[in-house]
């Protein structure tokens, strides 16, 4: 009830009656008014004014899922979707989901994880209300050879969302960390349960640093977040509406393949592109010089001897960079 009297306050945007509500939920005017009280004190702010009635003025600016909901415009992400308040980590909650068949374009947030999960083994840091951490879950119809694309796509998308919604100057560190300057602003790890032919779900799980201003002292060199960045505290309801949408848009107009003009935009924001980079084949270190980004998402690199290579997975390290 509580979330259904919050849409019609949304809906609403004056005041409304308690026995209007009350009418249009089919409680009694107490209950309203208990509802109400609920919402007060979860962080909404209700003004009730005699002869008047209920007036929403102010939404929490925390996670929730009432704000998000009033504020997505997306087709297919989303539609389905879950605020926790603190989770492990909301990739291995959706992946769960996922194995009990949730839709394609799922999303889960969380206000907090206790156990976020980085890239090649690593933690991510995800303290209560201090940056977004969500995961979207895909059901994309390709065979799992096919579904290099969307890594990048994801990249791709969150670099011109943080653009569209911050106003960052930031670039993409191959694969798909998004950095400002040299420093780390947002973190994907993208995991995949398949068949020997066909991709079941795929999970794409976001951390988004936004207001953190200290990290601890072994990351510190190379991380950053939106706060630090430009000054500003951005609603986090607004902000993952906003990269939901960039989200939808970038996957499913692409048909979750990385079409020419997406590998062309992606290699414009990319700034590994150019640079010196070092990797590892087995215990081989090699470096060389990054010259693109290939159509299935790889990295083209040309060697000292002038061969080129193709790196798909693992860590880059770019001079410069980390
Ligand atoms: C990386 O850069 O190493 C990837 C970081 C990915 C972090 C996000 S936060 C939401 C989702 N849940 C997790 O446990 N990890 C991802």
């Known amino acids: ?182 420093k780390k602003l947002v973190g994907i790890l993208t995991e995949m349960t398949a068949e020997f032919d066909a991709v079941e779900y795929i999970v794409t799980g976001i951390g988004v640093n936004v207001d953190q201003t200290v990290f601890p002292e072994e990351i510190a060199y190379k991380a950053t977040s939106l706060l630090l960045e430009t000054g500003r505290r951005f609603d986090k309801n607004k902000l993952l509406a906003g990269i939901l949408g960039y989200l939808d848009e970038e996957l499913y107009q692409n048909g979750m393949r990385l079409s020419q003009t997406a590998v062309d935009e992606y290699s414009a924001m990319c700034a590994t592109v150019g640079k010196s980079v070092t990797f590892h084949r087995g215990t081989r270190r090699i470096s060389g010089m990054a010259v693109g980004v290939e159509s299935d998402g790889s990295l083209k690199v040309m060697l000292s001897d002038g061969s080129v290579c193709n790196v798909n997975a693992g860590e880059v390290t770019v001079q410069g960079i980390y």
């Open 1 to 182: 009830m509580k979330e259904q009297l919050l849409n019609l306050l949304i809906q609403e945007k004056d005041y409304i009656s308690g026995q209007a509500l009350a009418g249009r939920l089919g409680v009694s005017r107490q209950a309203i008014w208990k509802g109400v009280r609920a919402l007060n004190e979860s962080g909404y702010r209700i003004e009730s004014v005699s002869g008047k009635g209920y007036r929403l003025e102010e939404m929490p600016t925390y996670l929730n899922a009432a704000s998000l909901r009033a504020l997505l415009t997306t087709g297919r992400i989303g539609k389905n979707l879950t605020v926790l308040d603190s989770v492990g980590s909301t990739n291995d909650y959706l992946k769960q989901l996922g194995t009990d068949n949730c839709e394609d374009g799922t999303v889960v947030a969380t206000r907090e994880q206790t156990g976020g999960k980085g890239r090649l083994g690593r933690k991510w840091l995800s303290k209560r209300d201090e940056n977004l951490a969500f995961s979207v879950l895909l059901r994309p119809q390709l065979a799992p050879h096919e579904v290099s694309g969307i890594t990048p796509l994801v990249g791709l998308a969150m670099c011109k969302a943080l653009r569209g919604l911050t106003g960052v100057d930031c670039m993409i560190k191959w694969p798909n960390d998004i950095i400002v300057g040299h």
